[in-house]
C-alpha cells in the first residue's frame, strides 16, 4: 500500500542536530513533491519546509529557515530534514507528506510521526 | 508569515450538520483554495479535501469543501461521535513562496 515510513526522532541536546528520515513505498516517489510538519506539544500544525519532485527547489518556513536543510534521493525514495541547533521549542512530533498534485493538491500520504525531543 | 484563520472551537450536536470556516487572503486560500484535513491525537492527519475541493478516495461523502472569495468551508453532514476532535485548513501562500496551516478548529458533537 502507499506509505510513508519516518526515523530518526530521538532525544537531543540543546544545541545539537538530528537527521530525520522518510521512506516511501507504494506509489512513484519521484513524481510527488514532499513536505514536512511538526506539531509542537498543545499547538496546531506548523508547515516547516518542501521540496520538489526531483529536489531541484526547496523552501522553508520562516520560522526555522537556516536551521533546517530539505533533501531527497529519489533513486532510494527517501526524503531526509536535517535539523541543527535545537532548541527546546523545538521538541514536537515531526511529520513528512507527500503533495498529492502541485497546484491544486492537499498533503494525501502522511508518514507515522517521529518524536523529537531537546532536553539536557 | 501570517498563518490562516479558523475558529478554535465549533460545537454541533449529533446528527446535525456542522461548517467550519478558514479565511486567508488572496494569495493563498482565495488564489489556490485550501486543503483540509483531520487530526486525531496520536496519529497523523489525514486529508478530507484537496485545494480543488475534491474528496480523496475512501473519504466519506458526509464531509465537503467549497469556497467563497478568501474564505474556504468544510461542512460535515449528519455529525457522529467519531467526528469530535481538529479540524484543519493549509494553503499555499504564493506571496511568501510557503504553505501556512490554519490555527485548526476544535469540533466538539454534542
Not at chain 2, 482565495?30 to 475512501?58: C, E, F, I, M
Not at chain 2, 449528519?78 to 481538529?86: A, I, K, N
Request: hydrophobic share 35%; net charge neutral.
Amino acid at each position: 500500500q502507499v506509505e510513508l515510513v519516518q526515523s530518526g526522532g530521538a532525544v537531543v541536546q540543546p544545541g545539537g542536530s538530528l537527521r530525520l528520515s522518510c521512506v516511501g513505498s507504494g506509489f512513484t516517489f519521484s513524481d510527488h513533491a514532499l513536505h514536512w510538519v511538526r506539531q509542537a506539544p498543545g499547538k496546531g500544525l506548523e508547515w516547516l519546509a518542501g521540496i520538489s519532485y526531483n529536489g531541484d527547489i526547496q523552501y522553508y518556513s520562516d520560522s526555522m529557515k537556516g536551521r533546517l536543510t530539505i533533501s531527497r534521493d529519489n533513486g532510494k525514495d527517501t526524503l531526509h530534514l536535517q535539523i541543527n541547533s535545537l532548541r527546546g521549542d523545538d521538541t514536537a512530533v515531526f511529520y513528512c507528506a507527500r503533495e498529492f498534485r502541485v497546484g491544486d493538491g492537499g498533503f494525501d500520504v502522511w508518514g507515522q510521526g517521529t518524536v523529537v525531543t531537546v532536553s539536557s | 508569515q501570517a498563518g490562516l484563520t479558523q475558529p478554535p472551537s465549533v460545537s454541533m450536536g449529533l446528527r446535525q450538520t456542522a461548517t467550519l470556516a478558514c479565511t486567508g487572503d488572496t494569495n493563498n486560500v482565495g488564489g489556490q483554495g485550501a486543503a483540509w484535513l483531520v487530526h486525531y491525537q496520536g496519529h497523523p492527519p489525514k486529508l478530507l479535501s484537496h485545494r480543488d475541493n475534491t474528496r480523496p478516495s475512501g473519504i466519506s461523502e458526509r464531509f465537503s469543501a467549497s469556497r467563497s472569495g478568501n474564505t474556504a468551508s468544510l461542512t460535515i453532514a449528519g455529525l457522529q461521535p467519531e467526528d469530535e476532535t481538529v479540524y484543519y485548513c493549509s494553503a499555499w501562500d504564493s506571496r511568501v513562496g510557503a504553505w501556512v496551516f490554519g490555527g485548526g478548529t476544535k469540533l466538539t458533537v454534542l
